[in-house]
């Protein structure tokens, strides 16, 4: 099961970066993944978190936002991912863009978004998704499928019309400490662009490490 990446003519090098600090390099990217045939989700993510003991678990969401600030996904506050970002708030996410042969690698510390964010979002979406929101008790075992058809039933009879977002369902921010540009290569030497938060006294010496903006710097890494 071996697939060919990219050609030596199509590196991803320092001088292709569009910016000098992640979200900007990321919206770029984003963008043409958007783009892409045969990209069904641009802005399907995977989700990784961990308990206070270390250990992991990892799940699909979907990237609702991102910006200098951070990268937005919502979700049921009462969910495993939930209950394990609240006792150890650190995350991965990583997106992968098959065609494209790239994948971004983000790490850092995970906040909830603001009441009003999250009352937004929830507003925007279709209204089944807002019940769907509401049958749910997410990572709660349940009998069987009848049991989630019926709960959505008696939620349609109750609110026929407009759906309030229930204070246990609403977003999370993830703040990045590093983000990682990956596109793969037909040989395996791979290339890899990495962005990260300047240290403390750190020299920048624009060999290792490079200058970037808004207190980043930037380094390659081996494959």
Sequence with gaps: MRIRYKEKSETFTEDHLVSKEPFGQFKAWFEIACETPGIGESNAMFLATATKDGMPSCRPVLLKGFGTDGFKFYTNYGSR??????E?????????WEPLRRT???EGTVEKTSSEDSDN????????????????RQSTVIPN?????????ELQKLYPDT???PDWWGGYIVKPKSVE????QSDRLHDRIKFRRQLPGEIVDNVLV????????YERLSP
């Design 104 to 106: 971004v690698r983000i």
């Design 145 to 153: 499928r009848d049991f989630l058809i019926e709960k959505e039933k």
């Design 163 to 165: 759906v309030k977002r």
């Design 121 to 136: 979002y929830f507003n925007s979406r279709p209204y089944h998704g807002q019940v769907g929101s509401l049958s749910s």
């Design 88 to 96: 150890n708030p650190n995350a991965a996410l990583t997106l992968y």
């Design 210 to 217: 490079h200058e970037g903006d808004d207190g980043w710097v």
């Design 81 to 86: 991912k939930a209950r394990e970002l609240e």
């Design 181 to 184: 540009f990956w596109q793969g």
